[in-house]
């Protein structure tokens, strides 16, 4: 894992081959939903219908918007961010060709995750961790509040350029794909 | 693992057998020694000279007044499921053929010697080992000189606590008598 000298204990923190090992034996088979953050193991079963009602909505938005070009719209995929980091962001919107195993963070052009129990999750460590690894374009939907976080210029100390825009103005990714936020419950 | 109805993200705990896969596959090679406590991982890599010394020479002195049917065994896993596998610095327990961890039900006695980790063997590991019913925990304190001598386990930590300097013969509940002259 990592051997710095210890003498104290020091809590070890699991790699993405790790957690796929795991996941492998089965040890996360009752949750519908497993991400490694951080080094540790995150698990969510229940998602309920505004939050599943609204981000398949955005989705087949997204879908839409996709026509013509070679990017891909992919929900609840799994995302490698080495060695740490694998969450599965409700939506992922990736430079094709597809491929086989965890969406490389290479390719990914936008992620998007919708917010209704989650917010200060999603706006702080999940934000944190997408701006580490260079996410360019990350979008969090706050179901409550009806508006959208859009962040951009990730860093090491997090999103450069963050803005919120209320349901209703349409979004353009910065990969050109232009989505309209009405209509959304 | 362990699924209540969670629409938040709730932090899993690995269990027994999640930590054994991982070990198996080498994911804890580069340590010395690896634990689960309460569903982590803890790992450690070095012990310096005070605490090598202290426990070997603990653990000579519980080896020769042993009885029979008790059996002495250092720095061995000891299962206390789901979540929780510790590797004690000094075990004494009901002397048997056991496959893979010591099983808790054998458990006479646990030893942690502390040098740099006084304040977690004080806290969350007799916590966890009192939750378990480790019916007697000993935490040998090398930097204070003292032992403290953990008994009375239950699911809110060890209701008796006494601390003896070292100097003192310690006698445990399995009758087993020690020197505590010159440990440290």
Not at chain 2, 63 to 77: D, I, K, N, Q, Y
């Amino acid at each position: 894992m990592n051997a710095p000298t210890l003498t104290r204990p020091h809590k070890a923190r699991l790699r993405i081959e790790n957690f796929l090992l795991l996941d492998g034996s089965g040890a996360f088979a009752e949750f519908s939903k497993t991400e490694l953050i951080e080094g540790e193991i995150y698990v969510v079963n229940s998602q309920f219908q505004r939050h599943s009602y609204v981000k398949t909505e955005l989705a087949f938005r997204l879908r839409e918007a996709t026509r013509g070009t070679s990017l891909l719209v992919l929900v609840e995929g799994a995302v490698a961010m080495p060695p740490f980091n694998m969450p599965e962001p409700d939506i992922t919107v990736m430079h094709g060709p597809l491929g086989s195993g965890p969406i490389l963070i290479e390719t990914v052009s936008l992620i998007v995750e919708v917010s209704d129990t989650s917010l200060d999750i999603d706006l702080g460590r999940k934000a944190a961790i997408y701006a580490r690894h260079g996410v360019a374009d990350y979008w969090v939907v706050d179901v409550e509040g009806r508006q959208v976080h859009i962040h951009r210029q990730p860093g090491e100390a997090g999103y450069a350029g963050v803005s919120v825009q209320p349901y209703g103005t349409p979004l353009t990714s910065l990969a050109g794909l232009t989505i309209a936020t009405d209509d959304l419950p | 693992m362990n699924a209540p109805a969670l629409t938040r993200p709730h932090r899993a705990r690995l269990r027994i057998e999640d930590f054994l896969l991982l070990d198996g596959s080498g994911a804890f090679a580069d340590f010395a020694k690896a634990e689960l406590i309460e569903g982590d991982i803890y790992c450690m890599n070095a012990q310096y000279y005070r605490h090598g010394r202290a426990k070997t020479e603990l653990a000579f002195r519980l080896r020769l007044v042993l009885p029979p049917g008790l059996a002495m065994v250092t720095e061995t896993a000891v299962a206390m499921p789901p979540h929780d596998m510790p590797e004690p610095d000094i075990i004494v327990l009901e002397a048997g053929l056991y496959e893979g961890p010591i099983p808790l039900a054998a458990v006479q006695l646990l030893v942690e010697v502390s040098d740099t980790t006084l304040d977690i063997d004080l806290g969350r590991k007799a916590a966890v080992y009192a939750r378990h019913g480790v019916p007697e925990y000993w935490v040998v304190d090398v930097q204070g000189r003292q032992v403290h001598v953990h008994r009375d386990p239950s699911g809110g930590g060890y209701d008796g606590i006494t601390v003896t300097a070292f100097g003192t013969p310690l006698t445990s509940l399995a009758g087993l008598t020690v020197a505590t002259d010159d440990l440290a």
